[in-house]
């Protein structure tokens, strides 16, 4: 039996009892629907990070496959002086986007030049070939970096968002809507009773002026 809320059995807050349960009735049917729509996404979510890992560690274990082999086929000095000044730039430009009302980051490249060439820093005739495919292969994974690490976060923030929901789901649903439930029973028995009580005084009342009249009626006789 859910707890009773401390309020005076009258008619006034009998009707704003019925209000505020339809109120929350409403509340938590949006809260359950935003909830749902929230799990989707949330999964949907998850399979593609799942999807873009094991792409992004297949890449990465790629790269570094041909980095090693460079750095076998060339000595450490020329590596680092290969590498010392890279002739590329890359920007990010960060917003974000609402998903039921959640407002996850989004992460948009920006490079200093457009042209893909720009990313060897180097004369190509004085390095290995392997060089040239770790770098290549490096730069073709930055837009699923980006996007991991937008869906990694969007992730988190919409767990946050869904634990949230559900909390206020599950006091509108096993608290409030149960006591505001409970306490319009009770106020609503209350009045019954009292309808109840001054009919009968009203019916007793009756009786005794029907009785009083009866009374007249045989003395005058």
Do not use: W
Not at 150 to 179: D, F, G, Y
């Amino acid at each position: 039996m859910a707890k009773v809320l401390n309020v005076n059995p009258t008619r006034m807050e009998l009707s704003k009892l019925k209000k505020r349960l339809a109120t929350a009735r409403r509340g938590h049917k949006l809260l359950k629907d935003k909830r749902d729509e929230l799990m989707r996404q949330f999964l949907d979510l998850v399979r593609e990070n799942k999807i873009l890992r094991k792409k992004v560690e297949a890449g990465i274990n790629d790269a570094n496959k041909s980095l090693a082999l460079a750095r076998g086929i060339m000595s450490d000095q020329v590596a680092e002086t290969a590498l010392l000044c890279p002739s590329q730039e890359v920007t990010l430009e960060l917003s974000v986007k609402n998903v039921m009302s959640v407002e996850v980051p989004t992460y948009q490249p920006k490079t200093r030049t457009p042209d893909e060439g720009d990313i060897y820093c180097y004369g190509l005739a004085f390095t290995p070939a392997e060089l040239d495919s770790a770098i290549f292969e490096l730069n073709s994974l930055l837009p699923d970096m980006l996007r991991l690490a937008e869906v990694e976060k969007s992730v988190q923030m919409m767990s946050i968002e869904i634990e949230k929901t559900r909390r206020r789901v599950n006091a509108l649903e096993h608290v409030m809507i149960p006591r505001y439930e409970s306490t319009i029973r009770m106020i609503s028995m209350k009045l019954d009773e009292n309808e109840r009580s001054n009919t009968a005084r009203l019916m007793k009342v009756k009786d005794m002026m029907i009785q009083e009249q009866y009374s007249k009626h045989n003395s005058q006789q």
